[in-house]
Nanobody
Framework: QVQLVESGGGLVQAGGSLRLSCAAS????????MGWFRQPPGKELEFVAT????????HYADSVNDRFTVSRDNTQTTVYLQMNELKPEDTAVYYC?????????????????WGQGTQVTVSS
């Protein structure tokens, strides 16, 4: 099974930026679409962004569109989430996940492998 490890979370003031990384354990990472999800305190898991296997197509939740950018480097088996203009409501545990297929996907049920998550806290 592929293993995913997130990093880059932390504490940032509103208006600041963070870049999250998700490193995969094996080369088959390049065959699969990837997604980012988040879970705010006391709330359910929600979709953030997804990217197809070669990085050419991306899709975002309305709440982060124009502020967040998802990208991937298949030679490094890593997917990124650049987060700009952060708001307190972006505070959450952020997870990366892998789909067993090449196409963008926002349905959480389609994701097969998950990382442990990284905490992002945005202060006012």
């Amino acid at each position: 099974q592929v293993q995913l490890v997130e990093s880059g979370g932390g504490l940032v003031q509103a208006g600041g930026s963070l870049r999250l990384s998700c490193a995969a354990s094996e080369r088959t990472f390049s065959r699969n679409a990837m997604g980012w999800f988040r879970q705010p305190p006391g709330k359910e898991l929600e979709f953030v962004a997804t990217i197809n296997r070669n990085g050419a197509i991306q899709h975002y939740a309305d709440s982060v569109n124009d502020r967040f950018t998802v990208s991937r480097d298949n030679t490094q088996t890593t997917v990124y989430l650049q987060m700009n203009e952060l708001k307190p409501e972006d505070t959450a545990v952020y997870y990366c996940a892998s789909v067993s297929g090449p196409d963008i996907e926002r349905d959480v049920a389609k994701y097969k492998y998950w990382g442990q998550g990284t905490q992002v806290t945005v202060s006012s």
